[in-house]
Each structure stands twice: as structure tokens, then as C-alpha cells.
């Protein structure tokens, strides 16, 4: 079992930095491949970025490549998404989840997730 605890969250100007940090309970995190989704009013959840268990290797949705950056501590039970240059069309409730299945950008493909952190970007 695995429990997760996202924050970070808030609201920026468009072109504005926030650094999101999920912690997660539990000695088993390193065990865990982990993602980063988010969930846009009116719209379905979706894949933001993983990141691999061990060799840190990461994945993105094309609109945040270059933007935004997955990373993880092992030794802290933590992942982070670094998101430079916001737009307006980032604002969504963003989600970190965990599971076995590595480089997956499906929801089913997790196990675990938080409770989400709002972002909001004004224009």
C-alpha cells in the first residue's frame, strides 16, 4: 500500500514557475514507477509525465516537453514536476500516481494515487 500527498500547488501568472512535490509513504517507493496526470474542468484526466523506477529515465505529453521536468528522490519518498513557462491551458488539478508498470502513460496503469493539487495560471 501505497499512500500519496501532492502539494505545491497555486496560482501563477502565465510565464510563471511552480514546483510540485508528491510524497509518498511507505519503504517501497523506489519499487514504484511514478506519474503525473491532470484534470482540466470538463475534460478526462490525462498523462502530464513518469518517470522510471530506478535509472530515472522520464516521458512527457508533447505540450509540456521542454517545459516541464518529472524527477525523483528515492532517499525522500518524493517526485517533483518543475513546470517553467505556464500557459493558461496548464490549469487543471494535477495528480501524482504510482504503480508497477514502467513507461506507461495510461491511467489504468497505476495503483496509487493522491489527492490532487489545484494549478491555476491566469492569462
Request: aromatic content about 12%.
Given at each position: ?17 511552480l ?31 513518469a ?73
Amino acid at each position: 500500500q501505497v499512500q500519496l500527498v501532492e502539494s505545491g500547488g497555486g496560482l501563477v501568472q502565465a510565464g510563471g514557475s511552480l514546483r510540485l512535490s508528491c510524497a509518498a509513504s511507505g519503504r517501497t517507493f523506489s519499487t514504484y514507477a511514478m506519474g503525473w496526470f491532470r484534470q482540466a474542468p470538463g475534460k478526462e484526466r490525462e498523462f502530464v509525465a513518469a518517470i522510471r523506477k530506478i535509472n530515472g529515465y522520464t516521458y512527457y505529453k508533447d505540450s509540456v516537453k521542454g517545459r516541464f521536468t518529472i524527477s525523483r528522490d528515492n532517499a525522500k519518498n518524493t517526485v517533483y514536476l518543475q513546470m517553467n513557462s505556464l500557459k493558461p491551458e496548464d490549469t487543471a488539478v494535477y495528480y501524482c500516481a504510482a504503480g508497477m508498470i514502467e513507461a506507461t502513460t495510461r491511467l489504468a496503469d497505476y495503483d496509487y494515487w493522491g489527492q490532487g493539487t489545484q494549478v491555476t495560471v491566469s492569462s
